[in-house]
């Protein structure tokens, strides 16, 4: 009742004041972390690198923004002339209590052995904001040779189909990154012949991406269809699935060349990925980490 009769021109001071509050709880924040990762056996100096530097950013997420943080880490078992081969891929990232704009300064590596393990020990700062409210819960599986749910997986062979199911509660806008080994990010959607710089979304249906079958009628000619291929015994490879309620359009990316996708380097993307983010608080991303093997 105070509220509701209160003056207009106190109700406009309350309101106000609201929305500045809200825009300083979204403005990004300087943040640094360390973490020294102490790798198994079988894991190699770069994966080390990737895993601590990730388990850094976590770190700092966590003591600006509160503990509740999220990892994924996916094994490989091969088989090679009956022994057994294993390989530890992790990555992390925060998606509850903050999030991680964008590396501000070059990460800082201390790489020692003990025993034969790799010690990695690594310091980055970065720009990083709180998550106010719960966000977009879209749904985002990678599925491997095959368009349906169950075929979801993040473990890859030489040749492998790649397809993207996604829906989302909310109409808005879709663009989706593979960055390589290379340091390249691909953008694989919107597709290389699509009309526009984003793919349009509608809420409630279930998309399946990079597939000429799923796709609707009018749609089925510009599909570009994807495999995952490598020349190492194993490579991992990161999706970026990049959606908002907010119209947007993808990097400025150039051609790749034949029968690849437009492409620009990950530095470049990780520019225009934290830019986009800092202006659209709306804006979710949601990586996933892809392993493919021989």
Do not use: H
């Not at 770069?46 to 923004?65: G, P, S």
């Not at 990892?71 to 002339?81: A, D, F, L, P, R």
């Not at 409210?133 to 890859?156: C, H, M, P, Q, Y």
């Not at 119209?247 to 986009?276: H, V």
């Amino acid at each position: 009742m105070l509220i509701f009769n209160a003056p207009r021109r106190s109700v406009c001071i309350i309101l106000l004041s609201l929305f500045f509050v809200n825009l300083s709880a979204q403005k990004p924040v300087k943040i640094c972390g360390e973490y020294t990762y102490i790798a198994p056996e079988n894991v190699s100096l770069e994966q080390a690198r990737q895993v601590a530097l990730d388990r850094a950013k976590i770190e700092a997420l966590a003591e600006k923004f509160g503990t509740t943080v999220s990892q994924s880490n996916s094994t490989v078992v091969e088989n090679k002339n009956g022994a057994s081969d294993i390989r530890l891929f992790s990555f992390g990232g925060s998606e509850v209590k903050g999030e991680w704009i964008e590396t501000t300064q070059e990460p800082k590596y201390d790489i020692s052995y003990a025993q034969g393990t790799i010690v990695v020990k690594v310091s980055v700062c970065g720009n990083a904001r709180a998550i106010v409210g719960a966000g977009i819960d879209f749904t985002a599986k990678v599925l491997r040779n095959g368009t349906e749910a169950k075929f979801e997986s993040d473990n890859f062979k030489d040749g492998d189909a790649l397809y993207l199911l996604f829906r989302s509660p909310t109409d808005g806008y879709l663009t989706v990154y593979l960055v390589d080994d290379s340091q390249t990010a691909y953008c694989l959607l919107p597709y290389m012949n699509a009309p526009s710089g984003s793919t349009r979304i509608k809420s409630g249906k279930e998309y399946v991406f990079f597939s000429q079958q799923n796709a609707d009628k009018d749609e089925a000619a510009i599909v570009d269809e994807y495999e995952l291929t490598t020349g190492k015994s194993a490579e991992n490879n990161f999706l970026y699935v990049i959606f908002s309620p907010n119209e947007f359009t993808k990097a400025n990316d150039k051609t790749g060349g034949e029968a690849l996708p437009r492409q620009l380097s990950l530095a470049d993307f990780q520019q225009w990925l934290a830019k986009n983010r800092t202006r659209d608080k709306d804006m979710k991303v949601e990586t996933k980490g892809l392993t493919v093997t021989k």
